[in-house]
């Protein structure tokens, strides 16, 4: 698939984000990068700000995208869905999109737009994955709460060290906290 220019800065934008912060997303510093001038940024943006709010979007859209598509249920249970989930995140730390992740969120500490994106980022990360909770048995207010404890886990658990010779214990204990997530003590299958 062929990227349009647009693409190409937003992509540098990102990366440069992900590996400097929000400081570090520069249009003199991406052209360097990228080996282009000056101008072929300003032929697709008005300015930098443009360029940042591009970024927010392709990030949130991405973002949505993903959770919708991976609580989609394709005949499975929900339950089953969401233990698939918490191994997709525990099992495949994405190092790449988890700094565009971090980097975004530092970044919507002090700017309201990326604050924005971040927000409907959240809202639809907990509604599809309370939905499936839902659909597990838990009533509405216990399905929130349980996707918020999910999304804590998810996030928390990519930025936790474990000890390098231990890669079993780790298993087991991401193992036992996937099941306390699926409550298969408290979840009933209604489907």
């Not at 992509?11 to 929000?22: V, Y």
């Not at 809202?123 to 939905?131: E, P």
């Not at 597990?136 to 399905?143: K, P, Y």
Request: hydrophobic share 45%.
């Amino acid at each position: 698939m062929n990227e349009n220019g647009r693409d190409v800065w937003i992509k540098a934008g990102l990366a440069a984000l992900a590996a400097g912060g929000i400081e570090a997303v520069r249009v003199e510093v991406l052209a360097e990068g990228m080996g282009v001038t000056k101008g072929g940024f300003y032929r697709r943006f008005r300015d930098r700000r443009h360029l940042l709010d591009d970024m927010l979007a392709t990030w949130s859209a991405g973002r949505i995208a993903a959770i919708e598509q991976q609580t989609r249920r394709d005949g499975d249970s929900a339950r089953d869905r969401l233990t698939a989930l918490i191994r997709l995140y525990a099992e495949r730390i994405n190092t790449e999109a988890m700094a565009v992740e971090l980097a975004i969120r530092q970044w919507a500490r002090s700017d309201a737009p990326a604050a924005t994106a971040v927000a409907e980022v959240d809202t639809a990360r907990l509604k599809n994955v309370a939905k499936l909770y839902g659909a597990a048995g838990l009533s509405a207010d216990d399905a929130r709460a349980r996707a918020f404890l999910f999304y804590s886990f998810v996030f928390g658990q990519s930025l936790i060290q474990f000890e390098a010779d231990s890669p079993r214990r780790r298993a087991r204990l991401l193992d036992a906290c996937a099941a306390l997530l699926t409550g298969t003590d408290t979840l009933v299958t209604t489907d």
